[in-house]
């Protein structure tokens, strides 16, 4: 029998992505299967917990995707775990409109207990009526416990284990402050390494001396392995795989939803190259340029000019490549960084972007094409210049206001900033003629 739960907060910097990670590598050192998870569209998030896990993180998100395929994807990667832990979003109830897309709507779907991670570092019994708020605000949320953050002493403690007394929800334990488990930045957070792995140990030593992970395990749902349909019956193809699809996997691009890519496994061949490191391409009829980080990269990827050459070429071959944010800056003239230095990319497209004046671009984003619509999420801070393309598709927010956010065609390319989620085989694009 395996055993699930949601690790979710008040409100934002509570150390939920900390906890999450140290639990993780906790019970994965115990010999037990963890498979994590991640509510929203957080691609960071996920690449740090398949370290902690030893296993890949899985996206669930009640805005991008059905119900349906919410739980066939949960059923599909809890099947093969002992303990499944998923890591909300923002605070429990904070969503994107309403508590739409939130952590407590995540866990109603789900059907499994949330436990709240507090950061009490200011708070005595005054979090009573906070906690005893958010148990009754949705009776349909269960709040199986919570977990104190940032928390000094045992004198402190006292204090809000009486609050948890008076709210009818128990108490999991403390957990001091410590400079041994603080994560960097997010930007810069994957490029840590061995610090990396030395802080992901540390987390879970820490958090498994001060709190009682024995109660946590009792008070998370009990999940039965249960059968689903071969997903397979998505893909309009026969049985034989045909496409050949080269998947752009090194330091400067790096964010992928995991069953994006078990989808296109459907489809056909996935080969990964690297635009940093390889000099040509793979046999392919489909190309994909995800996003990351290609601005700490600009040096290499411009003087890797056989690979240029070998994109440019296969967009006016007319080959299919999808590029998404990162993907789509590489197929520009230039990407310019922060100081105002520029350096020459592919040159498919005629325009350029800048990190220059960043300014954050955030939020998920409906993409209406005239014979299809798809969902995506938005997360940028560099800026579009000198472009006079006209957009092949109209976006929206998840309020239903068309923003300026492009999609861009050329020949057989398709560019944009928004990162697309297609796991459910719900975008035609990749196998029509």
Not at 236 to 264: G, P, R, W
Request: some cysteine; aromatic content about 10%; proline content about 3%.
């Amino acid at each position: 029998m395996a055993k699930a739960f949601l690790i979710a907060a008040p409100w934002s910097n509570s150390g939920k992505t900390t906890i999450t990670l140290g639990l993780a590598r906790y019970f994965s050192n115990k010999n037990y299967k963890v498979q994590t998870f991640k509510c929203g569209p957080d691609y960071i998030d996920t690449i740090h917990h398949s370290r902690a896990a030893r296993r890949s993180s899985i996206n669930l998100d009640s805005i991008m995707m059905s119900d349906t395929h919410i739980q066939e994807v949960f059923t599909k990667y809890t099947n093969k775990a002992d303990i499944s832990i998923v890591e909300g979003v923002m605070g429990l109830f904070d969503g994107a409109v309403k508590d739409k897309g939130s952590s407590a709507e995540l866990a109603k779907k789900l059907n499994i207990p949330v436990v709240l991670v507090v950061n009490a570092k200011a708070m005595a019994y005054t979090i009573a009526p906070i906690l005893y708020g958010l148990k009754t605000f949705d009776p349909e949320v269960k709040i199986a416990g919570v977990l104190f953050n940032f928390v000094r002493t045992e004198s402190h403690y006292a204090f809000l284990k009486e609050a948890c007394e008076t709210a009818g929800i128990p108490s999991l334990g403390y957990i001091p402050p410590s400079d041994d488990i603080k994560i960097p930045s997010r930007h810069l957070g994957l490029h840590i390494e061995d610090k990396f792995e030395e802080l992901i140990e540390n987390a879970a030593s820490h958090i498994g001396t001060h709190t009682n992970l024995k109660e946590l395990l009792n008070v998370a749902t009990s999940i039965k392995k249960t059968s689903i349909e071969d997903t397979k019956k998505q893909v309009n193809l026969s049985e034989k795989k045909t496409l050949k699809i080269a998947v752009a996997k090194d330091e400067a691009f790096t964010f992928t939803y995991v069953e994006n890519l078990a989808y296109l496994k459907q489809l056909g061949e996935i080969t990964f190259f690297s635009p940093i490191h390889d000099t040509k391409l793979p046999k392919a009829d489909i190309i994909y340029l995800a996003g990351g980080y290609p601005e700490l990269y600009l040096e290499q990827l411009s003087s890797n000019t056989k690979m240029k050459t070998a994109i440019k070429n296969a967009a006016e071959n007319e080959i299919k490549i999808l590029a998404e944010c990162g993907g789509m800056m590489y197929l520009g003239n230039q990407i310019i960084n922060g100081e105002g230095d520029s350096f020459t990319m592919t040159g498919v497209f005629d325009f350029s972007t800048t990190m220059e004046q960043k300014k954050l671009h955030l939020g998920y984003r409906k993409v209406v094409f005239e014979d299809e619509t798809i969902w995506g999420h938005e997360f940028h801070y560099s800026s579009m210049i000198h472009d006079k393309y006209n957009s092949t598709a109209k976006v929206y927010t998840a309020r239903e206001k068309e923003i300026a956010t492009k999609v861009f065609s050329y020949k057989n390319v398709m560019a944009s900033y928004i990162h697309l989620y297609w796991g459910a085989g719900n975008f035609n694009w990749f196998t029509k003629k």
